[in-house]
Structures are given as C-alpha cells and as structure tokens.
C-alpha cells in the first residue's frame, strides 16, 4: 500500500508539472508570430503571447490526428465503433469490435487514454490557463482580450463536450493550476449540470466575441454556432438547437453555404463555404503538420492486384482498416441518382490502369472484378476475404489532390465540421419542436442528386446522417445522444457485416459483443487512480 501510495504521487506530480507547462506551437499557418524569447511570462503577460497561446491550441487539437499510435488510431477510433463500418483488422478492428477498450485495464482503454482522455484535457487546462492570465493582463485592450478569450473558450468547451460524450463521469473547472492548488485531489465528477453551464458559458462568450469571416483555420461565430446547437440536441433543448443551426444557414452574414455538388465537399484543400472547422495541415505552411495515416486506414489495398497502382483517383495506398458495412452501402444504394457513392464520399470500383501488369485479355479503364463478396449468387464466397482486403468499396473522403499515391502516411487537412451537418441538426431539432423539416433535409438530398423525402422521423435522420456525414467521426455520438435503445438496436442490428464475413463471428462479431454499458467508455485504471478515492468510474466496469 506504501508502494502503491508513493507511485500515484509520483505519476501526480509527472502529470500537474505537464499540465502547468504551457508548450507552445510556432504555427506560422494561423498567421501568429511567436517572439523568439518563449516563457511563461512571455505567454501569461503580453498580448503577444497570450496570441500565441491561442495558436498553440489550434496545434493541440490537430495533435490526435498526428499522433502515430496503432496506425493513427486517434483519427479513426470512433469511426471503427459505429453502426456503419466494418473494422477489418488491426489494432483499430479490435476496438471496432468491442473486444479492446472495454475494461479499465485493458491496452485499449491504455490508448484512448493518451488519445482522448489526457489529450482533452491537456488542451482544457491550457485554455484554462490562456483564459485566466487575459483576464487580468494589462496594457491590452478590450477587444483583443475578448478575442483570445473567445478561442480559448470555444478550446475548451468543445474538449469537455468531446470528453463528456465519450466519458460521461467527467469533471470541469475553471481554475487555473498552482503550486498552491497542484495537488488538490479530484474527490468526484462534476454533475451534468455543472458541465452543460460551463461548455454553454464558453460558448457564448465565443458567440458573442468571434466574427463570421475569419482566416481559414480559425474558430468563427459559426464554428461556435454549429458546436452549441450539437450541446443543444445532447440537452435535448430543440428550440435552441434550431435557433443556433439556422443562425448558420440563413443569418444574413454568416459567409456559409452548401457547395454545389457532393464533388465539391472534399475537394482541394477543403477551404469553401461550407467547411466550418478544418484541421491544417499543408506542407507549404510553416508548423504545418505531421503526415497521419486517417485515409490509408478507409481505403482498400486494391493496388495489390495485377493491373493496378495506386493513384489518388481511385483513394490512394491504403490498408483496409474500416470500411463501410453492407448497411451503409444499401441506405447509399437506395436511390440510384445519389452521388454520394458514385466517388465522391465513396468509390464502389477499381479500374485497371497499368498496361506494364494488365491480366490478359483486360485493358486500362476495365472494371476489376476479380474477387467477388458473399451473396446470393456467391453464396460459398471462397474469395470474400480478399475482397474486403482489395475491392471493398472505401471512403475516400480523408484523400487530397496532392497526396503521394504511393504512401500511406499523407499530410491532407481535414474537415471537422461543415455545414451540411448544420442542415441536419436543423431538420431534426424542427422535427422535434416546430416547423417544417423538409427544407432542411432535402437540401442536403437535392445537393446529392437524391429524391427528396416527404416526411421525416428519427429513422429517417439516421439513415441522411449514415449518407452524408458517415466516416467524418460523428456517428457514435449521434447514436448515443438519441438513447439506449437507439444505439442498441443499431449495433447488434448492423455494426460490422455479420454472415457477410464469416470469420469475424462469435468473439469477432461486434453485434454479439456490443453491452449496453459500452455507451459510456471505461476511464483508464490509471487515470482514476490519480483521481480521489471517491471518484466514480462509469457503470458496469
């Protein structure tokens, strides 16, 4: 017990002498110019740290997206635990499936800790830090005050938000760490409504002191506007929902609209009018990134095949990780005219391209056909391994023009939010309060070349949902935020592919695996253990 208690202590002091020292990003892609003399005082008391500050929280999100671990596993974990993928393999398919991450102490819950856990909260502490040193600063005006704070703050709700809906048994402060407070314990989580106070406090503030048209990169009054009407819909406060998200579409100078065609969403550098958060990471930039791996995880390993090199077209070099499921293929299938599976958000075929390998009697630009899935005119599927491996259909959202085709680690930008999602939440906090939904959801609809619909209910938004936003890191949470039921019925109804992958049955199937106490996610032994001794971990863990 001597042991045990001088180790916590240990790790205690290791994680407060982290969470006092504020690192500082030189990111030179927001425009910011750090002063060649770094500290603390540096940071805490001038207005040109306290910038910096801010610029080194844009680089501590996109630190998850960089971070390396199991095959940048922190980009595409909670696109592998949904109703619409398939995880195939890999570290990632372990968690995908419900066989890792599922216990306090297990080497899953380990990762998600550093990718999650501590990295939220590294970025909450941070902001708390740049949030109570602008405050009191002097010789630094009003309204760039507000400015710095208006970031910090949105930083920091959107991280307790993120952890809130992974973790539930979270706890927030606003006070800054000191040498005084640095080894105050944590007695007990904080309670729903302390949490939903905080983010929606920060929130304004963010809403009332951003501006509509920021430089690419940036945080905006829309940025915030989109994330509060997402707390809304958790709180299930439907008129704030609709008010926030139809702020975004139709307020006269919000500077956001949908693109033309489902071609134009991921298209370039993701720098148009409907993008509303977009993590840089571009070569040609200073503090420009690290390479990750989020869209060699999507794609297929058809380059493998006799015929065919990789090429960014046809999604670039990838492994195969997460692919979509059969469930998703059939909702994009449902209407012939939709474009969202026709290479844009998705690329169902693979076409030769390589005269040097070709099969004989095949040319460039024939359809590869060569393995084939279970079905009923397969139903042996002798081959279906090898066509999830090679010539499943891939999301090839995360792939950019200027990628190498021939790595799997690629330095692309990435879109967090955008407003086609705005859309949907407006449709569905309408639906749920008053007004037409219609609108709002055939907008989304009509831009893809789809049918529209003429009624809506809660399938109906899952099902726009799974089409247009699928692979973008938002489904879990979507599923847990409508309850229970919801989330239970569609994971055991169509997580993974089930009979249509014979060898991931039984201990594999995520379907048999899926526990109704999974909807939260178990706080790593470790972490809890640095917390009071009261502290709860979530149930059934």
């Known amino acids: 017990m001597k042991f045990k208690n001088s180790y916590s202590t240990i790790k205690k002091s290791i994680l407060l002498i982290a969470v006092i020292t504020l690192t500082v990003s030189c990111d030179g892609y927001l425009d910011e110019q750090p002063s060649t003399l770094i500290d603390s005082g540096y940071i805490y008391n001038t207005e040109e740290g306290l910038k910096s500050g801010v610029v080194s929280l844009y680089k501590f999100d996109r630190d998850r997206y960089d971070n390396g671990t199991q095959d940048y596993m922190g980009a595409v974990l909670m696109q592998s635990r949904s109703d619409l993928a398939f995880s195939r393999t890999g570290y990632t398919g372990l968690m995908g499936r419900y066989q890792r991450g599922i216990s306090p102490i297990d080497l899953g819950s380990n990762f998600t800790s550093r990718l999650f856990w501590k990295h939220f909260y590294n970025i909450t502490n941070k902001a708390t830090d740049i949030i109570n040193a602008a405050e009191v600063v002097e010789d630094v005006d009003q309204a760039t005050k507000n400015q710095i704070i208006a ?97 975004v579409i139709e307020d006269p100078m919000s500077p956001h609209s949908l693109v033309a065609t489902t071609a134009d969403v991921f298209k370039g550098d993701r720098n148009n009018s409907e993008q509303l958060y977009v993590i840089q990471s571009q070569d040609d930039v200073l503090g420009g990134g690290e390479v990750t791996m989020m869209n060699a995880n999507f794609v297929t390993q058809y380059f493998q095949i006799p015929g065919i090199v990789e090429e960014i077209e046809q999604g670039g070099r990838g492994f195969s990780r997460v692919l979509p499921n059969n469930y998703l293929l059939d909702l994009l299938a449902e209407d012939p005219n939709d474009t969202r599976d026709d290479n844009t958000y998705f690329r169902l075929n693979y076409f030769y391209n390589d005269v040097n390998t070709l099969p004989s009697g095949k040319n460039v630009g024939d359809v590869i056909d060569i393995y084939k899935p279970i079905s009923p005119a397969n139903p042996n599927g002798v081959q279906y391994q090898r066509y999830y491996q090679r010539l499943h259909p891939s999301c090839i959202k995360f792939n950019q023009e200027d990628d190498d085709p021939k790595s799997y680690r690629n330095r692309s930008n990435i879109l967090v939010y955008r407003l086609a999602e705005t859309y949907l939440i407006a449709a569905e906090a309408i639906m749920r309060s008053t007004g037409d939904p219609l609108p709002y959801i055939n907008a989304i609809r009509t831009r893809a070349n789809a049918a529209p619909v003429t009624a809506v209910n809660e399938q109906v938004i899952l099902d726009e949902r799974a089409r247009e936003l699928s692979f973008e890191g938002q489904r879990w949470f979507t599923l847990k935020r409508m309850g229970q039921d919801v989330i239970n019925r569609q994971i055991t109804s169509f997580a993974g592919d089930g009979d249509f992958f014979p060898a991931n049955r039984g201990a594999k199937d995520p379907r048999t695996n899926w526990q109704d106490h999974f909807i939260n996610w178990p706080i790593f032994q470790e972490d809890l253990d640095l917390l009071g001794p009261n502290y709860p971990q979530n149930t059934g863990y």
């Not at 314990?185 to 905080?198: A, G």
């Not at 430089?215 to 406060?237: C, L, N, P, Q, Y």
């Open 151 to 247: 970031e910090a703050k949105f930083f920091r709700a959107h991280s307790y938000f993120y952890l809130y809906r992974m973790y539930k048994n979270i706890f927030v402060t606003t006070k800054s760490v000191t040498v005084e407070n640095a080894f105050d314990v944590v007695e007990t989580n904080s309670t729903k409504e302390e949490i939903f106070d905080l983010i929606n406090s920060d929130l304004q503030f963010a809403i009332d002191n951003l501006q509509w048209n920021v430089k690419f990169g940036r945080i905006s009054k829309g940025t915030a506007k989109h994330v509060k009407a997402k707390v809304a819909m958790w709180e299930g406060d439907w008129a704030e929902a609709k008010k926030q998200a139809l702020d």
